[in-house]
């Protein structure tokens, strides 16, 4: 079945620096869009980073644009985020999604709190 797990998350001070990962199964990788997304407490849940399929092009909210970048490396079957100059307001659960046709995956979740 398919699985989308992440990692990396934890507690950093602010300015510091956090690289997510989400390893992925039961899906043919390099086929499919990966996403970022995360979601405060008491907050909608927002689209923070995308990768196209197999080495395309990449978006990012504005709020982290020049701080974050997504990447992926499709022989690993995984997708990262590389999270640099973290801020307070960065503070949330951070999911992985997997795009394409009718799929539409989530990972579980990883805490990152920035606060000194």
């Known amino acids: 079945q398919v699985q989308l797990v992440e990692s990396g998350g934890g507690l950093v001070q602010p300015g510091g620096s956090l690289r997510l990962s989400c390893a992925a199964s039961g899906f043919i990788f390099s086929t499919a869009a990966m996403n970022w997304y995360r979601q405060a407490p008491g907050k909608e849940r927002e689209l923070v980073a995308s990768i196209s399929r197999g080495y395309g092009s990449r978006n990012y909210a504005d709020s982290v644009k020049d701080r974050f970048t997504i990447s992926r490396d499709n022989a690993k079957n995984t997708v990262y985020l590389q999270m640099n100059s973290l801020k307070p307001e960065d503070t949330a659960v951070y999911y992985c999604?997997?795009?394409?046709?009718?799929?539409?995956?989530w990972g579980q979740g990883t805490q990152v709190t920035v606060s000194s």
């Open positions: 999604n997997a795009a394409r046709g009718s799929l539409n995956a």
